[in-house]
């Protein structure tokens, strides 16, 4: 059995010796994730270090297993559907719409994203922006070519979703419109036009600054923040509050929420969190 303390002192060690530091990671989660490390590579912890000080290439595989890139086209299609019934009257009006996927991994929710704004004739007003640590998933999300048959069947639940609560008007996509299908590759690639649109960008949401001076009218950060302990997570909505338009939307996953402080500088609206009207504060 490993202890607290032996964990602990390698994410210290992996802090001191490379650009990461998930110090402030849920522990739990770092845990597991460490675990099925030393399992999956038959090492020790010691192995572990070693490994973590002399292998950048290690290091980076390390970097996948800690952090979670579970992500699918058009993820939770109920939430898309609220969600847009939310936003179209807060963004319709505005000639230019800026977003950023923060956590963005492959990219998948990212072009989900940019579909429906196509379908809703925004996609000429929107600059959108995908962050993450991964760099292989960045890589990927450049590409744009995905699964085809676990993806296939994501597209036909998200149009059965639609015919049950349609997006202004909107009962089904034609999906061929922003996709290239290939059965005998197995593959589902983007078609350029989509493709070319979001800036895709390998950053450490914990540890660097924001690397965009625009500020933003949505920010997509799903399924990310619950691998957060509670002082990180302050700090991230600090993060986005400032990056954000007054009035602007934040869209969390289905099992995070806001706490203490900064809920009181978001309105709920739904699965959205809202900005307040208000002034800028010092934290």
């Not at 600059?127 to 590409?143: L, W």
């Not at 933003?216 to 302990?229: E, G």
């Not at 400032?242 to 009035?247: A, I, K, L, N, S």
Request: hydrophobic residues 35%.
């Amino acid at each position: 059995m490993i202890g607290e303390t032996a964990f602990r002192d390698y994410l210290d060690e992996l802090k001191k010796h490379t650009p990461y530091d998930f110090s402030e990671y849920s522990d739990n989660s770092i845990h597991r994730r460490i675990r099925k490390i030393l399992k999956d590579y038959d090492i020790t912890m010691q192995q572990l270090l070693e490994k973590t000080k002399t292998d950048e290439d290690f290091v980076e595989k390390v970097v996948e297993e800690i952090t979670v890139n579970t992500t699918e086209l058009f993820r939770d299609p109920e939430v898309w559907t609220s969600v847009y019934d939310k936003l179209y009257s807060g963004i319709k009006g505005k000639k230019n719409i800026n977003i950023w996927h923060a956590g963005c991994s492959s990219g998948m929710e990212v072009y989900s994203n940019l579909i429906l704004l196509s379908e809703l004739g925004f996609l000429d007003r929107v600059k959108v922006y995908g962050s993450d640590i991964n760099a292989r998933m960045i890589r990927q999300a450049k590409m744009g070519k995905y699964a085809l048959k676990f993806n296939l069947a994501q597209l036909k639940a998200f149009n059965k979703a639609l015919k049950k609560k349609p997006i202004l008007g909107i009962s089904e996509i034609d999906f061929t419109k922003y996709f290239d299908f290939d059965e005998s590759e197995d593959s589902l690639v983007v078609k350029e036009f989509l493709r070319k649109i979001p800036w895709f960008v390998k950053h450490d949401l914990v540890q660097e600054e924001v690397p965009f001076y625009n500020k933003f009218d949505i920010i997509f950060c799903r399924n990310v923040l619950i691998y957060f302990n509670a002082s990180l997570q302050s700090k991230l909505f600090k993060r986005f509050h400032d990056q954000m338009f007054p009035g602007g939307y934040l869209l969390l996953g289905n099992h995070e929420g806001m706490s203490g402080f900064y809920k009181t500088k978001f309105s709920k609206n739904g699965p959205l969190f809202v900005k307040n009207n208000s002034f800028h504060f010092k934290y």
